[in-house]
């Protein structure tokens, strides 16, 4: 483990243990021990005052830090552009061109220097990360996250299907997709160096981009290694269909039967499961990546978010850059709670026609919880919330740019709910001041902070 | 005319003349005179080497300022709270409370002196607002538009009925009501002093909170002063099945016989208008200002702004604070875009099941425009693209923060398309670097720059 200096923070702290329990500490001190990890939670008045310790000025809150499921880090110079287009086109034409290049290391490197900064400039703490399929790409994404600080996990791509993917951006064979990736999960590992903060996920693109014998041989690598396993699950019409048409059974059903859905396997999207595949999802233990800015693009629907959950399924947010148009967590957390909105009451005509599924709303609450603990929760860490004996994985969000919210009263005035509620819908990346990740300070008065590890 | 310092600007500048027409100038010169009007747009080799020039640095972009066609001023402590209830009970419970606080002349002027740099800072350089029933607020929001150099129209909130209203926050009568709008446009025009930056608007808040006396005669002061009008027009389910009830008509038919759909007349929200009544609106020239993220939380569907626009109706952005939950013109741009997919695509079930409308979708061209020069010509202003004649309304966009598009490529090499539209998705305040409005520089580097007149 890393060394990092002891820190006390004191300030108004806002978290979610739990989906629906919101605790708000106006005057909180956070005592963090040189492992990273949260040694006291407590009131200001019991302050130690041994301990050196910043106090955040007046109008700041700090909240944990952000979880992002679900990233392509390649595909961050295409962020907001093109999205105009069905997913098919948007892969072959714009999207795999893009990721071939990263077969150049230099162009990697740089790019990954400008991504994982925007990300922690965004109060991402944790990101799941899609590389490309190339090893080395790969293993200097993980090098960016331990020199900038970033909890991490670093997938190698893994694609074969010659129907689906390029000739010149392809693994050569299954096998050589399996050794590669096999090899790239030890590459990770070599890079953490038992820091525990950079870890590897088996990456199989998509069924449509994997021959049988990949997805196989990968959920056998899961099971041999216990790596983390991530994928795309019926995330349109089209791959929906595809997956019936390709297995005869649903997607669900066959990447589960390839052995690749396990305890805290990322499923990005889901939009098209029925109740049945959430159940067995959440039976599983995986959970599902909830993208809701890229569903309105290619998602050909809205996930059902409070369906998931009240069935029991692990859910946290992606952005999914760059079918997502937007790198914040927070901008998806409010998202989330729009597109439950138009969920619950459609789109177009007269009540009842509109083909809304009432009951669908999202509150505030659930969205901050999923933006933190919930996305934690999905993929087995213990960070998204302060207690004792997690690592201290947070953000300060300066909120002075925000409106005063009633007369005389200040932001630490505010009831939890309220305060959870105005920073999901207005604080972004403007409002993030420091940024810690198991307890080192990563970012702060908007420069990064690298490493000199 | 208040004078300003000639100025010229150096900058790639991006901009819309028409709804289908973007036009990129990667180096240009912009001549400002001394009238806070556009001398000369010019690519920059042809520079007047006597003039000073504001050069701007690497990454940035010149864009026309941002145009928002319905800002409740007095609700912007509440923004981004308190949003998951029905539109109703979000009235009485919490925006009418609110509201009445505005009598207190020392609090109105402390928000104002907040909400229009706050606004500014998003680079909105147009306003129209609300503000509430009290003159003396409403006079004091138009003070503080001159203050701090904010182009607006500014109205009088009239309504007098005693089923919509509470007893302690609406016009003692129709005639009071009527006199007391008829005394605040005077009141506005005096504050402008001739200026041409900050104009009055006649404001029946929405039928249900206005008797027919009032919005008779409200009407009869728009035929008389020549002044703009703006209102809410078929919001909701409730709100368009309230005026068929009282009026026996749709609520758009039942305004226009009290005079109040006229040239540029704002009609908020109208989510809920059969194509008869766009072509009504079309017809009569008025405008729709289409606020995509208040829809979200009150307008039982997404307006359709692509049918309206190809119906000849104008239609521009609306934040709707605080209705809607930011106060930025281009996140609702990017929302335009988003609901317009799930219109288009629907939220649920199979393909054409889903209560989509095929055909909805718009483009980033037309979002960039909507924020621009459609909502500026929705009005009747003259501002929203640079061309020689116009006010000169611009905010420098400082887009280093954003990914870097491409491998040795920045901003400025993007084609025009692509540039609008990661503008539209990914721009926010934090992007806003300076802000002219009539040719001042109003915000530079993060503050406001308040007049000393």
Avoid at 216 to 233: F, R
Avoid at 415 to 421: K, P, R, T, V
Wanted: overall charge negative; proline content about 6%.
């Amino acid at each position: 483990m890393a060394s990092s200096a002891a820190v006390t923070v004191r300030a108004p702290v806002l978290h979610a243990p739990a989906q629906d329990h919101l605790q708000f500490l106006p005057d909180a001190l956070i005592e963090v021990g040189a492992d990273g990890r949260i040694e006291r939670v407590a009131a200001a008045e019991t302050a130690d005052l041994t301990r050196p310790t910043t106090v955040l000025p007046r109008g700041r809150v700090l909240v944990p830090g952000f979880v992002d499921l679900h990233v392509h880090a390649p595909q961050w110079p295409q962020l907001g552009t093109a999205l105009d287009v069905p997913l098919e086109r948007w892969l072959q034409e714009y999207t795999f061109p893009l990721e071939a290049s990263y077969r150049d290391e230099a162009f990697a490197a740089r790019v990954w220097d400008e991504l994982v900064p925007g990300l922690l400039a965004e109060g991402t703490t944790t990101a799941v990360y899609y590389a490309t399929v190339h090893r080395a790409a790969t293993r200097s994404l993980a090098e960016a996250c331990v020199r900038h600080g970033q909890r991490a996990f670093v997938g190698r791509v893994a694609m074969d299907h010659p129907d689906a993917t390029p000739p010149d951006y392809r693994d050569a064979s299954a096998a050589a997709g399996i050794e590669a990736s096999a090899a790239s999960i030890e590459d990770v590992r070599t890079v953490d160096a038992g820091r525990g903060l950079v870890r590897p996920v088996i990456t199989p693109r998509f069924a449509p981009a994997c021959t049988d014998a990949l997805l196989s041989g990968l959920g056998d690598l899961a099971a041999a290694t216990g790596a983390l396993v991530q994928t795309h699950c019926s995330e349109s019409d089209w791959h929906h269909g595809y997956a019936i048409e390709r297995f005869g059974r649903r997607d669900l059903e066959a990447l589960a039967e390839f052995g690749l859905v396990r305890p805290h396997t990322v499923l990005a999207h889901a939009t098209k499961l029925p109740d049945e595949d959430l159940d067995a999802v959440a039976r599983s233990g995986a959970c599902i990546a909830h993208c809701p800015l890229s569903n309105v693009s290619f998602g050909n629907g809205v996930f059902p978010a409070r369906r998931a959950l009240a069935r029991g399924v692990r859910v946290g947010l992606g952005t999914d850059i760059a079918g997502g148009a937007h790198s914040s967590v927070l901008r998806n957390a409010a998202m989330a709670l729009d597109v439950s909105r138009l969920l619950d009451d459609g789109v177009h005509g007269a009540p009842g026609e509109r083909g809304g599924v009432a009951g669908s709303r999202l509150d505030a609450t659930t969205a901050f919880w999923l933006a933190t603990r919930g996305g934690a929760e999905a993929v087995g860490l213990d960070v998204g919330c302060f207690e004792p004996g997690r690592p201290f994985d947070a953000v300060a969000l300066d909120l002075t740019s925000l409106p005063t919210p009633t007369v005389d009263r200040d932001h630490a005035d505010l009831d939890a709910e309220l305060l959870a509620e105005r920073i999901v819908r207005l604080a972004g990346a403007r409002n993030v001041e420091t940024v810690w990740v198991a307890g080192r300070c990563v970012r702060s008065a908007g420069s990064s902070v690298p490493s000199g590890r």
